[in-house]
């Protein structure tokens, strides 16, 4: 997700040894001024930011330890700015927050991502009031994002939007929801009309907390317009959409210090799990290539069961692990969203990102044949991968529509990604996993992976 700007600071932190001189890091401070301009982070910022990391590396001494230091500490002082990180509860319940935004920022899905977000990794009741009746297609649209996540939404065409607002916190009082999610309405442009309409709403909401949903395609024009809600609304945070889309990706270094606000959520993916907490220090340490170790705990605790964790660990290490098991972790992986966005928080491994692209389990063509494979065998082949013999291969292929060269390559690669899987479970697993991981970074390619 942050694959550019890592790359900058990596090239940046190349051109300074452990100890070195002035010269070295005027050359490392100007290749980091040039990589961050061209990110597209705000000019100010970065002046800012280079003379803060010069001053800070003279004063402890010139050297790589002691620009790493200056520059992640001057990183987390830029994207630190004074109110709340994530998602804060109110004291009593329901928590209300009301989605502001301009037509076409993402408002919308933005609204079903954290209502996802919110379901899933805080097993938070959440109740949505589709309170934007001026785009068409807008509660139809939450109509669908509600049923494919499971969540209430309280909608009504004919009503006003202040009547839905009201309704929604009536039944979330009488139904004790956790959260109310309102999205409020958009316009292409900001106007009199629109700022009339979210005064208004805003009022019967009395909302905990208002997120102003900001495209990053937009790069700088995404900042000024928070500014106006900012000014004429109130803004208590921001969700930067779309991030996965922006190559520059520097909107997000500036965004919180220019318009005053934290940046609290990214966009960093299609799907509904692909929404991230934005909190500073964890950022940072994605930023320097460290990982973001505490954010994939708390994003893989609240999918993986544990139990059925270890139950899968026992059949790896015997050598028991089949085609059933497989599918149930496909299912579990789906939930965790972008794999390139995981990737990111290992530490070590964001410079994968590029090599490997970004798996999608509903749509990649190598998926599909897979689950096809599995779709046609019968149950106790399922259970049993050894009793495939050649003539069972053959009906198979037939009913996954492949051929049966096509049908023993992914038989032979769930074989070796099961032995692989096995010798990793041993004893000395985490030492041949670290020396495949080192081989990956240098150059190596993905053992086995599939072509």
Do not use: W
Request: net charge positive; with cysteine.
């Amino acid at each position: 997700m942050f694959d550019s700007l890592t790359d900058s600071f990596r090239n940046a932190i190349g051109k300074i040894r452990f100890h070195d001189d002035e010269k070295a890091l005027k050359k490392a401070t100007a290749e980091l001024k040039k990589s961050l301009l061209k990110a597209d982070v705000y000019h100010k910022i970065v002046k800012d930011l280079i003379t803060s990391v010069e001053n800070e590396t003279k004063k402890n001494g010139i050297g790589k330890d002691n620009f790493l230091r200056a520059l992640h500490g001057e990183l987390t002082s830029v994207l630190t700015v004074k109110g709340n990180q994530g998602f804060v509860f109110a004291p009593k319940p329901p928590t209300v927050v009301l989605m502001i935004g301009l037509q076409g920022s993402g408002k919308t899905t933005t609204t079903g991502k954290l209502a996802y977000f919110l379901k899933e990794q805080k097993k938070k009741k959440v109740l949505i009031a589709a309170a934007d009746l001026q785009r068409l297609a807008a509660v139809e649209q939450l109509r669908q994002i509600c049923s494919q996540i499971g969540v209430e939404l309280v909608a009504d065409e004919n009503a006003t939007p202040v009547e839905i607002t009201k309704r929604a916190l009536e039944k979330a009082e009488k139904e004790l929801y956790d959260v109310v999610l309102i999205d409020s309405a958009g316009r292409l442009a900001i106007d009199d009309e629109l700022m009339e309409e979210l005064a208004t709403v805003k009022k019967a909401a009395d909302p905990d907390e208002l997120f102003y949903v900001a495209d990053a395609m937009t790069g700088q024009d995404a900042i000024r317009t928070a500014e106006t809600f900012k000014e004429k609304i109130g803004i208590t945070g921001v969700v930067l959409s779309k991030f996965d889309g922006d190559s520059k990706g520097g909107v997000a270094l500036g965004l919180s210090q220019q318009v005053g606000v934290p940046l609290r959520f990214i966009g960093a993916g299609e799907k509904m799990p692909d929404l991230e907490q934005f909190i500073p220090e964890r950022i940072v340490s994605r930023l320097m290539g460290a990982g973001d170790i505490e954010g994939l705990a708390e994003k893989t605790a609240a999918v993986i069961d544990e139990k059925e964790a270890k139950r899968i660990g026992q059949k790896i290490k015997k050598g028991e692990f089949n085609f059933n098991d497989f599918l149930e972790q496909m299912e579990q992986m789906k939930k965790l969203g972008s794999m390139k966005s995981l990737l990111g928080m290992i530490p070590g491994m964001s410079g994968l990102t590029k090599q490997l692209g970004d798996l999608d389990f509903d749509n990649s063509d190598e998926i599909k044949k897979i689950k096809a494979l599995i779709s046609s065998m019968t149950k106790k082949e399922r259970e049993n991968p050894d009793l495939l013999n050649n003539s069972r291969k053959h009906r198979i292929a037939t009913g996954a529509g492949l051929d049966q060269v096509q049908v023993n390559r992914i038989l032979k690669q769930f074989k070796n990604a099961a032995k692989m899987a096995k010798k990793f479970s041993g004893k000395k697993g985490m030492k041949q996993m670290q020396d495949m991981m080192a081989q990956m970074q240098g150059g190596g390619g993905f053992p086995g992976m599939m072509r």
